[in-house]
């Protein structure tokens, strides 16, 4: 009913910059509210880390935000999240997932992307 697709995410030299977004849309006769989104990332071996969350109102609560390297941003027209990533280092290399908590008539709950993998090259 709800599907999560991310994008933006590959390979980059060290010091380089990447832009994730991730959309939220639904079956065809399927309207929710979003409540918040945000964005984790995951490393082998490791626990998901909280990145960020944006909510609807725009209030954003950063959890890590690699000091100051990330920005969280939303579309909320388009249901869209975004995590703007400068100065990147061989140790942001993992895999990101973005959530939406959303709520509806028939469902709600978090759900999320697929997970997009960035790659930081020294």
């Known amino acids: 009913q709800v599907q999560l697709v991310e994008s933006g995410g590959g390979l980059v030299q060290a010091g380089g910059s990447l832009t994730l977004s991730c959309t939220t849309s639904g079956s065809v006769g399927v309207s929710f509210v979003t409540h918040a989104m945000g964005w984790f990332r995951q490393t082998p071996g490791n626990q998901r880390e909280l990145i960020a969350t944006?909510?609807?109102?725009?209030?954003?609560k950063t959890e890590n935000d690699a000091n100051g390297r990330f920005t969280i941003s939303m579309n909320n027209a388009a249901n869209t999240v975004y995590l703007q990533m400068t100065d990147l280092k061989p140790e942001d290399t993992a895999d990101y997932y973005c959530h939406a908590d959303l709520e509806s008539t028939q469902f709600g709950g978090r759900y999320w992307g697929q997970g997009t993998q960035v790659i930081v090259s020294s």
């Open positions: 944006i909510f609807s109102t725009g209030r954003i």
